[in-house]
Structure formats: C-alpha cells, structure tokens
C-alpha cells in the first residue's frame, strides 16, 4: 500500500499569508497526485489534479508542484474563504488520501 | 451537470451488514472510462477510500476491507450500490460516493451520509 503523510496536521495564518503544505508518498507517484479542500460538513472539492495542473474554476491563488515522493500545495495569498481542511490523494495505485492538514485563523 | 446522492440506513447495529446506494446523474456508468467509488470519514478524521467500479464492471477494493466490501452497479438505473458486512461502531463515518473518469481523480462528489454504529 502506498501511505501519504501530509505536514503540517494544523496550520495557523493570516488573511494574505503566503501557505504551503507538504505531502510525501511511501514510494514513487510520479505525478499522479490530487489536492483536495474539505470545509467542515461538506464534500472535498477537487482542487489540483496530476501534481500542478488546477482544476476548472479553482483560483489561480491555489498552485501545486512536486512528482516522484514529494509534493506541495501552495496559496500564493490567503483568503477568508480559504479556512478549510486540505488532503492530498495519491492515484497512482489505488487510492491513498493523507491525514490532512487543517488551516486555521491566525 | 453531474450529481451524485448516497442513501441509506443512519444507524446500523454492530454485526450488522450496510447497504449503501449513490443515485447518479450527468453520466453513463456504460461510457468507456467511467467510474465511481466510495470513500468514508469518520468525524474528525481523514479521508479513506472503500471501492470503485468501473464502466467494464472492473472492481477495486481497499485492502484492508476488502473481506467485507461488496460493490455492484446497475446501469440502466443510474446506480452504484456499495454493503460492507460485519458492521462495528469503528465503522461510523460519513460515506461519500464520487465520479472518475479515465485518468483523473474524484471530481464529482455526493453530499456524504452519516453512518452510525451503535447497538
């Protein structure tokens, strides 16, 4: 199986804050790797697909990079509406989510 | 326009086996390339994925549950149905059925049911 460890589990920023979150897969990925947003009650919505490409009507605030183990999400520019819960999805074998990483108020 | 809706039981007693249903529409599990899975999160917890099916009835399970997981389709009623047997209060977790399609992750996603265990 193929694990995903996500860092940090909890993030505090403010509004405008340059955010990055770390995902590392057990073994190589290549590039298939998903960003996701979960706000609380709600559906994750996709927001990164294949490492870096952004998903239709996603800001282009949200950025992803990486291939092979190690990938990362960026929000160039912290907005209100983006306090959420943020996982990473392997897709390479199967299906793997990371444990998440949840943004908070600063 | 794609939507997917899950129903099912709210609460299920230990032992017990759950049936879970996700009613779909905006696209044809007979379409080359499609799929659909179901993924759960207990509360406050991550994501797991359970099982997928796909367009040529290919079925994937999770590893860890694959002993309990059954997935099946009916294509002519839009619908994906998912049982997990021997039902444990570990189990609670909201379920979330979602759309694939080729080589690209879940996109479309149901609302999510809760699922409780508890005798």
């Known amino acids: 199986d193929i694990q995903m460890t996500q860092s940090p589990s909890t993030l505090s920023a403010s509004v405008g804050d340059r955010v990055t979150i770390t995902c590392r897969a057990s073994?190589?990925?290549?590039?298939?790797l998903a960003w996701y947003q979960q706000k609380p009650g709600k559906a994750p919505k996709l927001l990164i697909y294949k490492a870096s490409s952004l998903e239709s009507g996603v800001p282009s605030r949200f950025s992803g990079s990486g291939s092979g183990t190690e990938f990362t999400l960026t929000i160039s520019s912290l907005q209100p509406d983006d306090f959420a819960s943020y996982y990473c999805q392997q897709y390479n074998s199967y299906w793997t989510f990371g444990q998440g990483t949840k943004v908070e108020i600063k | 326009q794609i939507t997917l809706k899950e129903s099912g039981p709210t609460l299920v007693k230990p032992t017990q086996t759950l049936t879970l249903t996700c009613t779909f529409s905006g696209f044809s599990l007979s379409t080359t390339g499609v799929s659909v899975g179901w993924i759960r999160q207990p509360p406050g917890k991550a994501l797991e994925w359970l099982a997928l099916?796909?367009?040529?009835?290919?079925?994937r399970y999770s590893p860890s549950l694959k002993s309990r997981l059954t997935i099946t389709k009916d294509t002519s009623k839009n619908q994906v149905v998912l049982t997990m047997t021997n039902m444990d209060p570990v189990d609670t977790a909201t379920y979330y059925c979602?759309?694939?399609?080729?080589?690209?992750?879940?996109?479309?996603w149901g609302q999510g049911t809760l699922v409780t265990v508890s005798s």
């Open positions: 979602a759309h694939l399609f080729g080589e690209f992750p879940f996109d479309y």
């Open positions: 099916i796909s367009w040529d009835d290919d079925k």
């Open positions: 073994q190589s990925i290549s590039s298939w």
